[in-house]
């Protein structure tokens, strides 16, 4: 790198130079664009949301109401499933909805 003198600059000289530089990196940086992470629901989480219990759950999950996904032992509930669910549940309850 070169030898830069600043005795000859002035402050808002200095100040501009800066700015320069640092638009330029920013410009030249690429952001990630954030991807929504999927999220994924426990059954003990998933039966909170939906307010009902656990062996409910269940029933539910076999006869397709909501879809449930194996991961190893583990059954997972993907949210955006899960909420798509819930809004079918409710409105299949004539609009009377949840009461927990």
Do not use: F
């Amino acid at each position: 790198m070169g030898k830069l003198m600043l005795s000859t600059l002035e402050l808002s000289d200095i100040k501009k130079v800066v700015e320069e530089v640092i638009e330029n990196k920013l410009k030249n940086l690429n952001p990630q664009p954030e991807k929504e992470g999927l999220k994924l629901l426990s059954r003990k989480d998933t039966a909170k949301l939906l307010c009902i219990s656990l062996p409910t759950l269940h029933d539910w999950t076999k006869t397709g109401i909501v879809k449930a996904h194996r991961i190893g032992n583990r059954i997972l509930y993907k949210l955006e499933e899960v909420n798509d669910a819930l809004s079918m549940i409710q409105t299949s309850k004539n609009e009377r909805g949840l009461s927990c």
